[in-house]
T-cell receptor
Framework: AQTVTQSQPEMSVQEAETVTLSCTYDTSESDYYLFWYKQPPSRQMILVIRQEAYKQQNATENRFSVNFQKAAKSFSLKISDSQLGDAAMYFCAFNNDMRFGAGTRLTVKP | ETGVTQTPRHLVMGMTNKKSLKCEQHLGHNAMYWYKQSAKKPLELMFVYSLEERVENNSVPSRFSPECPNSSHLFLHLHTLQPEDSALYLC??????????????FGPGTRLTVL
């Protein structure tokens, strides 16, 4: 079975600083997508960023970027210039069977 | 946040009750999903419908019964639930089904409590 592992249940970052959330996954497939989703408290889950496995270039969306290491099956999320609104649960997901990690709760300190 | 709606937002039911959760998507997507989100557990995919055809997760107990009458509506019928079924039930849609760039668009969820 394919698994998605987020080894950091909780993370904390100072406002305006940078934080990296880790995710590893297991698959025997070569073509897939990986996603990071954000679930703010009492609000709907939304997509933060996606990465296609065939693309070597790491995806970037404004302050959010990924470090995709296909051989190592690692897919970390970097949040730069952290803002109070970034506080949320963050989930890593693997698309072929929509398997999610357990999530990382990010706290942003003012 | 209005692309995928879910009703009711909160539901309390006894173990002998029968209730239904409703999901509606206004995005023109072809696939819809039910997820279960329990505290301290990964989000669990329960059911997928793609073009109104069901792709089922076989580990879901039969007390959960999905229904997809058209590509915009999805129901989850509940009967004789157990207290451990208490959770947040999330509905999602995507332009296409499993595989590929199937970004999920989530609803706000139904918080279910089984007494």
């Amino acid at each position: 079975a394919q698994t998605v592992t987020q080894s950091q249940p909780e993370m904390s970052v100072q406002e305006a600083e940078t934080v990296t959330l880790s995710c590893t996954y297991d698959t025997s497939e070569s073509d897939y997508y990986l996603f990071w989703y954000k679930q703010p408290p009492s609000r709907q889950m939304i997509l933060v960023i996606r990465q296609e496995a065939y693309k070597q270039q790491n995806a970037t969306e404004n302050r959010f970027s990924v470090n995709f290491q296909k051989a190592a099956k690692s897919f970390s999320l970097k949040i730069s210039d952290s803002q109070l609104g970034d506080a949320a649960m963050y989930f890593c997901a693997f698309n072929n069977d929509m398997r999610f990690g357990a999530g990382t709760r990010l706290t942003v300190k003012p | 946040e209005t692309g995928v709606t879910q009703t009711p937002r909160h539901l309390v039911m006894g173990m002998t009750n029968k209730k239904s959760l409703k999901c509606e998507q206004h995005l023109g997507h072809n696939a819809m999903y039910w997820y279960k989100q329990s505290a301290k557990k990964p989000l669990e995919l329960m059911f997928v419908y793609s073009l109104e055809e069901r792709v089922e997760n076989n580990s879901v107990p039969s007390r959960f019964s999905p229904e997809c009458p058209n590509s915009s509506h999805l129901f989850l019928h509940l009967h004789t639930l157990q207290p451990e079924d208490s959770a947040l039930y999330l509905c999602a849609s995507s332009p296409f089904g499993l595989a590929g760039d199937n970004e999920q668009f989530f609803g706000p969820g139904t918080r279910l409590t089984v007494l």
